[in-house]
């Protein structure tokens, strides 16, 4: 009873229940109460907790990206669904039923988001972790079924461990992107022109590494490597540790001319064969 007066008196007084969590409460020499979210001499400080937000969709785009009641953009931090068909962009296999599982699982649904160091990307969409009203994380549930694989982008890594153990479960039974044939791990020798595009599964022997001011390189042949941004070394092991071992990689391949190169940003990305 006393959260939901507090609740209230926060609505009155105005505060955002996002940082509102300090209500001071005195009494007159009459027993009247006083509340304010200003600290004043003998008055007592009471701890609230805020309440959520909760949220309508208006559309779902794909499986990582929906629109709010409000027209604010979404994009589900940590994950990647394939891409549908649209406009500048073909369909992906898997791309559908990502989208249409989403779209089942908010249906009579009200989300809240839940944020991480950065609320924005760079296209000026929302980044958040979805949560329905009866708990589901809908970024967790898309991953832990094959339908999304793991996206995830220092420094935002509230989630990471959780995501990481749901992939790795959705890959042990085979769910998802994990049986089809496209996401086959392809090795880095049968990279062409033709072949590269979307997200990638490849593999290779690690051969050298080289470092410039930005990256360090990890080299597969004289064609294909992977390049770790400096800024983020501290999420890897010790990057010696690669050279001479076969390892799969997952993302998306840069080309120039006949050269390949993957931008890793997490561990998560690498995996020892």
């Known amino acids: 009873m006393l959260q939901v007066l507090l609740k209230s008196i926060v609505l009155l007084l105005g505060i955002s229940a996002a940082c509102a969590d300090e209500i001071y409460r005195w009494q007159d020499e009459r027993g009247k109460f006083y509340f304010s979210d200003k600290r004043r001499e003998g008055a007592e400080r009471l701890t609230i907790k805020p309440g959520y937000s909760y949220h309508r969709i ?3 785009y794909d499986g990582d990206t929906v629109k709010l009641a409000d027209g604010k953009k979404v994009r589900l931090l940590g994950i990647n669904s394939p891409e549908i068909e649209g406009r500048n962009k073909n369909a992906e296999a898997g791309g559908e039923d990502a989208r249409w599982w989403l779209i089942n699982a908010l249906k009579d649904k009200r989300v809240r988001l839940v944020f991480d160091a950065e609320q924005k990307d760079k296209y000026g969409r929302t980044l958040a972790y979805l949560f329905t009203e009866d708990g589901l994380h809908l970024n967790l549930e898309l991953v832990r079924l094959g339908l999304a694989s793991l996206n995830i982008f220092p420094p935002n890594l509230r989630f990471s461990d959780e995501l990481l153990n749901a992939q790795t479960e959705a890959e042990k039974a085979s769910r998802g992107i994990w049986k089809r044939p ?21 593999s290779g022997r690690v051969k050298k590494i080289r470092a410039t001011h930005k990256y360090v390189y990890l080299a597969l042949s004289d064609h294909v490597d992977f390049r770790i941004e400096r800024a983020n070394l501290d999420l890897f092991p010790n990057l010696q540790g690669y050279v001479g071992k076969e390892v799969e990689l997952r ?12 931008l890793i940003r997490h561990p998560s990305s690498i995996k020892m064969l």
């Open 58 to 60: 208006q559309y779902v």
């Open 251 to 262: 993302g998306w391949l840069n080309r120039s001319k006949e050269r390949f190169s993957m």
């Open 182 to 202: 496209e996401y086959r791990i392809k090795p880095a020798s049968s990279l062409r022109a033709a072949n590269y595009r979307g997200w990638q599964r490849i």
